[in-house]
């Protein structure tokens, strides 16, 4: 019956995220991320024998950023469900799926991580109750379908790596590593920490025979990307096309260490935002969170002494290091595919903790004991406050944002529909969300990037230089209408910045609005 009851337990934990995807399965918030919807319209271009491109763009270059089988998964649903936007029902369904195959693979490395079966399925409880699971399990987002092939490709590579393991199952955790790959480009770091682990071991013929399984889908992809690379090295064409030639564009050894610094502490408040949903961004919020994130690191350290944690904790660090160096700023998005393995830490320390506290309360003196009550009630509140900030985040925050996305679909589909009837078939336009635009219009489309060396810097100046050339930029690009809302650039920008931007444009005597709707101007550039 304990068999039995513990499965069941962690279904009724999955029905909240069941719950939000059954509310938000016509995926209003598409495109919110910007890359679920690339993913979306390069998904259509492959079902529908173009290739892999990105139909939405003009001129349709290929899709030679992101690795090709998650838009192949949802190639599938184009297929079946040909019809926009009816067939964003099925796709919500599948990430949903995902997610309840993530916290599956995600019981095994818990276990790999020293848990005992029943902390194993609580730490699964924890990731089903996850706000940011949540939210990746009703969006297109490869970030769930990464961590079931990360997390498998780990489990082969321990298990590989143990007495009754052998050549075969490493070859088969290749494959898995290179699947993996195939979903993500940070897959590629499984190249390095599984040999690495195997290696620590005196593994030599395992570890080349994981890299002989997973090298072929590293070199495909790769020299696949490079016979399709377009030839322009422009911000716009870098951007959407090739990862490193992008961040080479932005990011220099002059303001590399300023990266490295708001990176780290971005990766820290990351980290406890991951733990406990909606600390806030005041100070203490924050302390709040570096705290939690420095024990939840210092416990994945301590896993280090474990046989099946090796390379587990190789992964994750290449990973937050290689966040850490990113053009972009780490949010917890970025965490999901490593976070069991800094959950598995944090529960680590917790559980340390909590020895210490009943020693005190045991064998300590009367003082010693009064600090460790203060500790136990200040650790009671914490579990507290997590447990209120999930409830928070999945019966009212993440409801919220999926209304607040509906609501402004309403008016963007008032802006598409005059897009689609009034301009002609040819037309290209400037549009923050350019993949949706095209799927409800047939018209190419494009976005204004915020450089994120300016965004690093925090130039203002630099920054209102920058947007007041929008109609210029729209010109080289060959775009003839513009479609501007308030919250453009909200993904790169502070709000002061956005706002700046969005009333730079609004005032642009080369932007002639010909049609409004709520908030959203459709504009002419001159």
């Known amino acids: 019956m304990r068999r039995a009851l513990v499965p069941f337990l962690l279904s009724i934990a999955l029905v909240p995220s069941a719950w939000l995807a059954w509310h938000s399965r016509d995926a209003p918030h598409l495109g919110y991320f910007h890359d679920d919807s690339l993913y979306w319209v390069s998904a259509k271009s492959l079902a529908q024998g173009g290739g892999y491109r990105i139909q939405s763009l003009p001129g349709e270059p290929y899709q030679t950023k992101y690795p090709p089988l998650y838009p192949l998964l949802l190639a599938g649903i184009w297929k079946l469900c040909p019809a926009f936007p009816g067939n964003l029902a099925a796709a919500v369904l599948c990430s949903w799926l995902m997610l309840a195959m993530c916290l599956a693979v995600a019981c095994v490395a818990f276990r790999d991580l020293g848990a005992e079966p029943g902390r194993a399925w609580v730490l699964c409880a ?3 109750l996850n706000p940011y699971y949540a939210l990746c399990g009703i969006s297109l987002l490869s970030e769930l379908p990464f961590a079931c092939l990360l997390l498998g490709a780990l489990a082969l590579i321990e298990r590989a790596r143990g007495p009754s393991g052998g050549v075969g199952l490493a070859a088969i955790a290749g494959l898995v590593a290179s699947a993996a790959f195939l979903t993500r480009s940070a897959g590629l770091l499984l ?23 997973m090298l072929p889908g590293v070199a495909g992809w790769t020299m696949w990307t490079q016979a399709h690379h377009l030839a322009r090295t422009d911000a716009v064409a870098l951007y959407y096309t090739n990862y490193l030639g992008y961040y080479a564009h932005e990011i220099s050894t002059g303001n590399l260490a300023r990266v490295l610094w708001a990176n780290f502490d971005n990766l820290l408040s990351a980290i ?3 733990l406990v949903f909606g600390l806030g961004d005041s100070f203490a919020a924050k302390s709040v969170a ?8 210092a416990g994945a350290v301590r896993l280090r002494r474990l046989p099946g944690a090796t390379v587990y904790l190789l992964f994750t660090a290449g990973y937050l290091l290689t966040l850490a160096a990113w053009n972009y700023a780490p949010d917890q998005r970025f965490l999901v595919p490593v976070f069991p393995v800094l959950l598995a830490g944090f529960a680590t320390e917790l559980v340390r903790l ?3 506290l009943r020693e ?8 010693e004991r009064m600090v460790a009550g203060a500790v136990a009630l200040a650790l009671a509140g914490l579990l507290w406050l997590a447990g209120m900030g999930a409830y928070r985040g999945l019966f009212s925050v993440l409801p919220r944002f999926v209304a607040e996305r509906r609501e402004a679909l309403a008016d963007q589909r008032l802006a598409y529909q005059w897009i689609a009837t009034r301009t002609p078939a040819d037309a290209a336009v400037l549009a923050y969300q350019d993949p949706i635009l095209y799927l409800y219009t047939g018209r190419k489309a494009c976005r204004l990037v915020a450089p994120p060396a300016l965004v690093y810097s925090g130039d203002h100046p630099a920054l209102e230089r920058f947007f007041s050339g929008v109609a210029d930029f729209a010109r080289e690009q060959r775009l003839t209408y513009a479609m501007v809302a308030p919250d453009d650039l909200s993904a790169e920008l502070s709000d ?14 080369r932007l002639k609005q010909v049609f409004q709707a709520g908030r959203i101007s459709v504009c002419r550039i001159e």
């Open 354 to 356: 909590t020895g210490r």
């Open 191 to 213: 190249l390095v920490a599984g040999p690495l682990a195997f290696l620590l071991r005196g593994k030599y013929r395992r570890a080349m025979a994981f890299m002989l399984a």
């Open 290 to 297: 570096r705290v939690l994130a420095i024990a939840a690191i």
């Open 496 to 509: 002061e910045d956005r706002l700046t931007a969005y009333r730079m444009f609004r005032a642009n005597p």
């Open 360 to 367: 005190a309360f045991v064998h300590r003196a009367a003082g």
């Open 272 to 274: 406890g935002g991951m």
């Open 126 to 128: 924890a990731l089903a």
